[in-house]
């Protein structure tokens, strides 16, 4: 039993072009429709949610979703909203690359069961490794005229860019190459839709044009729009850069901030997007948020909602544990449960300062720790009267100025977090 998928993406608002007659095939019955991801990293990153969220609502709706992953159009590289090409990989790499993407995905997609829309994962290299250049100008290029790759944007924009220097052979046959794939696919996995972003509908057209023409046979395409934030800045980057899906490139913590950070135009949208949740739940929860936004409803429950689905729920409660310690009220128990890589995301920027360990081995005096020592405040007089006002906490403790600091005060066996007041901290690191 299927349900109406283009219903389903319309009002989540995932809708860009629909292929005219794609809809009716869809409701006719379970069809097979595939997604590419890149594999020239171990990670995919929220960039690749949309796709990613494609395939798994295109599940949910009883169809069966293949995750293509470009092993061979990785080596080439996609001009599409690119200004330079990419670096080449070898098959090493790519393989080791592909498992962890599958690992990944199947955070979203059932690979596993004996379903009959059970997703399945395929690499364009296994039918492309074995296919000489001659065989493929002889039987696919020659059925593609210079004049139609020309005409698609995706080349069309690279040309003629002032800050472009060209286009090689080898990204210009891109559109083959891909369009190849859904060919394949038709044929092999009787794979009859490929969905993507807006910017790929030239290149899926170029497989649905060799569906017609070397198939015989009819294939559609579907694209969703490119997500943009309501500020301009680009989706899917913070300063450090891409916001990956590995915890060990984005720690859970940073990737829940992430979202939390949202603007509420654009938590309204990403939550329609990002999230399984139902239009009424969504609905709702958009009432609510206008009600009173400081409460940020929104933004919090699509950060729970997405690092959960990306991680876990145990990540979660510890991202959300780790937000509350800067600004809520939390304890030295709390400070030691995180870890090392999430106590340096909290705390980055905090001003730090390195002791040595023997120090601490023979219990580090608080105006030491304070001032000549860890130089957070100026002045040994500055430390006392600041002791004495009772402003001085070690790891969210508060002190006096005949604490010491021992081993049994550190963090990861590593760090000590010193404050004064609400909101000044110092963060000491032991060596």
Known sequence: MVTNFVEELTWRGMIHTVMPGAEEHLMEGMKSAYVGFDPTADSLHIGNLVPIMLLAHYQRCGHKPVALVGGATGMIGDPSGKSSERNLLDETTLRHNQEAIKKQLSHFLDFESDADNAAVLVNNYDWMKEFSFLEFIRDVGKHITVNYMMAKDSVKNRISADDSEGMSFTEFTYQLVQGYDFLHLYKANNCTIQMGGSDQWGNITTGTELIRRIGSGKGFAITCPL?????GSKFG?????????????????????????????????????????????????ISEHNEAPHLRVLQKRLAEEITTMVHSKTDLENAIKASSILFGKSTSEDLKALNEQTFLD????????????????????????????????????????????NSISVNKEKVKEDYKITAADLINNKFVLLQRGKKNYFVLTVK
């Open 227 to 231: 997500i943009t934030k309501s500020d």
């Open 237 to 285: 980057k913070s300063e450090g850069g891409n916001v990956w899906l590995d915890a060990n490139r984005t720690s859970p913590y940073k990737f829940y901030q992430y979202w939390l950070n949202s603007s509420d135009e654009d938590a309204e949208k990403y939550i329609k997007i990002f999230t399984f949740l139902t239009e009424e739940a969504i609905n709702t929860l």
């Open 346 to 389: 909290v705390f980055e920027g905090v001003p730090q300062t390195e002791i040595d360990r023997s120090e601490v081995d023979a219990g580090l005096d608080m105006i030491g720790a304070l001032a000549e020592k860890g130089g957070f405040l100026n002045s040994n007089s500055e430390a006392r009267r600041a002791l004495k006002e």
